[in-house]
């Protein structure tokens, strides 16, 4: 039985986009479509494929937290603080592609990042500049 995924550059594109944050503390992460089986031969027209993401802070991808499910994008949006990731802990990512049939593929490689420290909400005036130096 042929498997969906091997065209998984979910390794090299899942959570390629990590940084970009759209809100706040909303991040993105986004791999690569899955257009072929593991034996290289594409996906026959008429399937479809969907993503399932996850998040674990077990690098052998125990214990997953589910980011979206039946995603027909290459992206997926989250928030750290919602999903419950420790800030400054390091959590590790992984997908899999689903097709319409039922065939799913097996998990991307684990992707590690380090969740960043919260956005700090006091304000503080600007420091000083422009200053010189004159003699009297």
Known sequence: MKNAGRNLLLCAGILSALA??????????SWNPVTTYTDGSAIETGKTV???????TDFGLGSLHTIGTSLAATSATFDP??????????????????????????????YPWVVPPAA?????????????????
């Open 120 to 136: 700090s909400t006091t304000r503080a005036p600007s420091a000083p500049t422009g200053g010189i130096i004159m003699k009297k």
């Open 50 to 56: 969907t993503y399932s993401a996850y998040w674990t």
């Open 81 to 110: 603080d919602v999903q419950g990731m420790t800030r400054g802990g390091t959590v590790y990512f992984t997908a899999k592609a689903v097709l319409n049939t039922g065939e799913e593929s097996v998990l991307s490689p684990a």
């Open 20 to 29: 970009i944050s759209a809100f706040a503390e909303t991040r993105t992460i």
